[in-house]
């Protein structure tokens, strides 16, 4: 009897009210009003009175009101695992698991076919009706296939058919204006058959009996002729060792009698090089005693040397000591010389240092005392300018106050020039002035 299993994505699901055993939705996606945005993989589709609004696009965004209609459409690709039992031709029956790669093409004719204001709803449920699809057109196809071809031809007998059978069923092209248009809008990329299993042993044993005869018989063929080819190799392998003892033994023989004449060869020509040698040796001995004596000579003649040479350096260093002392003397004279006219520069320099200072100290004190006779000239102009001044501002004053106590002024003199009688009038009004610019000048 046939079984069939649907591998679904798990979706968590709702446990209470009238959602009560589906899935889980996005509350973003599925709240009555606000804003409502697409992911870059989610194709938004928005409905304004029966019409697709132009808000609507690949991870668009729009404002939903109460009135409207909002769908997400999900455009990656999608996995889906399918699996069917199904009895051949030959009355076999044969599990085939599958896998199918979609993905929803066309969003604008999807929507239409699907439920999409519940995303997770749609997909589930677009999962189970093509599972479903996939499961029913591999049991159709596997009924008329043989084993043989469940196994060996899963790709082209079962793979290509589905793909050819189910995707044009799935597929559309189209706008959302044409109510013509076919399919769902979703393309199945590929379908992939991932395994084919025979359900009964006996039958996969049976199958398998000619595979695993053959293999026993070349096993047997291969042990046989590896054992035949091991005998035929140990007794090759024997037959060479006994000719190798026998040459080793013969070279063996050969090595030791030619061993004895090398031995009596070198006998002869150690004592040959001895004795060359010996000669070697007293001709070296006397070689040596002639140049160590000749060497000893003329080390001596050397020492002689070197100590002549010693005394003329001695002397040299004695000459060069002597005058290194008076260059020394002359350099501490000419460091004095130096120093005492250093100290003469920097005694002229604080001498001429202090008069410059004595110098300013005085500019400074007679621009201050210019500065200051300067100022009390202005205050005394200043002064006899603004007692002028008062004095104009008042001479009217004055003089009508002279004419009030006055009156009429008699002059009577006595003696000396007649003509000199108005000089003394000009003379006490000049008093009278003074006298007024006294008093101008009084705070």
């Known amino acids: 009897m046939s079984r069939t299993e649907l591998d679904l994505v798990t979706r968590p699901e709702q446990h209470d009210g009238w959602r009560s055993g589906r899935p889980v939705e996005d509350p973003e996606k599925t709240k009555g009003w606000g804003f409502v945005t697409a992911k870059p993989s989610e194709y938004l589709v928005h409905v304004r009175r029966g019409r697709v609004s132009r808000a609507s696009g690949q991870g668009a965004t729009c404002f939903k009101w109460p009135w409207d209609a909002v769908a997400v459409v999900p455009t990656s690709f999608q996995r889906l695992r399918f699996r069917a039992d199904q009895v051949t031709t030959e009355k076999v029956g044969v599990e085939v698991v599958g896998l199918a790669v979609y993905r929803i093409a066309e969003p604008l004719i999807a929507y239409r076919v699907l439920n999409f204001s519940y995303p997770e709803r749609a997909q589930q449920k677009l999962e189970e009706t093509l599972s479903s699809m996939f499961v029913g057109a591999t049991r159709r196809l596997v009924a ?27 597929g559309g092209e189209g706008s959302p204006d044409d109510t013509t248009v076919s399919g769902w809008g979703v393309v199945i990329d590929t379908i ?23 293999l026993d018989r070349a096993a047997r063929h291969a042990r046989a002729d590896a054992e035949r080819d091991i005998s035929t190799r140990e007794a090759e392998c024997k037959k060479t060792v006994e000719e190798a003892a026998i040459r080793s033994e013969m070279a063996v ?18 004592a040959l090089r001895e004795a060359q040698t010996r000669r070697e040796v007293e001709q070296a001995r006397l070689d040596a005693e002639a140049e160590l004596a000749a060497r000893a000579r003329e080390i001596a003649e050397r020492a002689a040397i070197a100590q002549t040479e010693s005394v003329v350096l001695a002397q040299q260093r004695a000459t060069a000591e ?7 003397h002359e350099l501490r004279g000419q460091a004095l010389e130096r120093r005492a006219a250093l100290l003469r520069a920097e005694t002229t320099m604080e001498l001429e240092k202090t008069r410059l200072l004595a110098e300013g100290a005085l500019a400074q004190g007679r621009a201050a005392n210019e500065v200051a006779m ?12 603004d007692a002028r001044r008062l004095t104009a501002e008042h001479l009217p004053e004055f003089a009508a106050a002279v004419g009030q106590r006055f009156g009429e002024v008699k002059i009577t003199q006595i003696g000396g020039d007649p003509s000199q009688a108005f000089g003394s009038i000009a003379q006490a009004i000049t008093s009278v002035l003074g006298v007024v610019e006294t008093l101008g000048k009084r705070p």
Do not use: G
């Open 253 to 270: 023989r050969a090595e030791r009698r030619e061993l004895e004449r090398a031995e009596a060869e070198a006998k002869k020509m150690q």
């Open 192 to 214: 992939e058959i991932q395994e084919v299993r025979v359900l009964s042993e006996r039958v996969f044993e049976a199958m398998q009996a000619p595979y695993r005869s053959e």
């Open 322 to 328: 002597a005058r290194a002392e008076i260059e020394a």
């Open 374 to 385: 300067l100022s009390a000239h202005v205050e005394r102009e200043r002064a006899e300018a």
């Open 144 to 170: 008329n296939l043989s084993v043989e071809d469940c196994l060996k031809k899963r790709k082209t007998a079962l793979a290509e058919e589905l793909l050819r059978e189910i995707a044009p069923v799935v």
